[in-house]
């Protein structure tokens, strides 16, 4: 039984010298390819080298996350076409997107923040439109404005997927709607998290993707610990049971899912 994480960050792993344990413990427990995630300039070289490493392995994608828009986010996006020249190449841009958590409290460069995370959104999905690539969203607290940007954008929303999907129904729903579809981590096997699962039910199988966003959001039953890619099957056995379908049936239908939407090889 094989399976892939569509979402997980690399970069402090290897930083702190302890990613080959990381990756053997993820080929231990069946999860045979990750895609690691681009948020910033310094994490796509990383990436880069990682999948140029492990080819078969390990896929990358570069996008200047919300929480790293600030006054240089224009010379970052030069920086970030750079890597379309390279091999391999990333299979998608993000994440991007709108992030609203953590504002500062001043009104007024709340709003210019706002405006500058919105433009490198609607500058980089332009980007995977005239790419044909598809767009790992970031979306926290600002739904609505994350919907409305794609929305102008006439990116395809099948080649959008809402990473870290911990909306409800109602959010799903508009997303299925056009299209789109959510990436579901530990948070659907959290307690406290009845409208996240409620989304995964409702969104079903045909578009569901896993993701551990590790370091981040470990399952249960490790929550409160360090995230890493080994605990991926943890939300697949847990949502297998949800989905009333068996654990390698759903192994297999996420994995199909995931290398479809990012255009990878299935061998």
């Known amino acids: 039984m094989n399976w892939i994480d569509s979402h997980c960050h690399l970069e402090g792993f290897l930083n702190k010298g302890i990613l080959p344990e990381i990756l053997g413990r993820s080929r231990d427990a069946g999860v045979s390819r990750l895609v690691a995630i681009g948020t910033e300039p310094e994490d796509w070289k990383l990436n880069h080298d ?32 750079a890597f379309f020249a390279l091999e391999p190449r990333p299979v998608a841009i993000g994440e991007i997107g709108l992030d609203y958590f953590r504002l500062p ?12 995370q919105r433009a490198a959104f609607r500058h980089q999905l332009a980007l995977a439109k005239e790419l044909g690539l598809p767009v790992v969203v970031h979306c926290r607290g600002a739904f609505a404005d994350c919907v409305a940007v794609i929305d102008d954008s006439d990116v395809e929303w099948s080649k959008v997927v809402f990473h870290c999907f911990a909306d409800g129904p109602n959010e799903m729903r508009q997303l299925m709607e056009r299209g789109g579809r959510g990436s ?22 045909d578009k569901l993707m896993l993701e551990t966003d590790s370091p981040y959001l470990a399952p249960v039953p490790f929550r409160g610990k360090s995230n890493e890619p080994s605990f991926l099957p943890n939300i697949g056995k847990y949502l297998s049971k949800a989905l009333e379908v068996e654990e390698v049936e759903l192994a297999a239908i ?14």
């Open 50 to 81: 990682l999948a140029t490493k492990f080819p078969i392995e390990i896929h990358y994608t570069v996008g200047l996350h919300p929480n790293h828009v600030d006054g240089s986010w224009e010379h970052h996006l030069v920086s970030l076409q």
């Open 105 to 116: 409290e001043e009104e007024a460069k709340a709003t210019t923040l706002k405006a500058s």
């Open 184 to 205: 579901f981590t530990g948070i659907v096997t959290f307690g406290n998290a009845e409208n996240v699962l409620e989304a995964a039910l409702l969104q079903g199988l």
């Open 254 to 267: 996420t994995t199909r899912n995931t290398l479809d939407f990012y255009s990878l090889s299935q061998s």
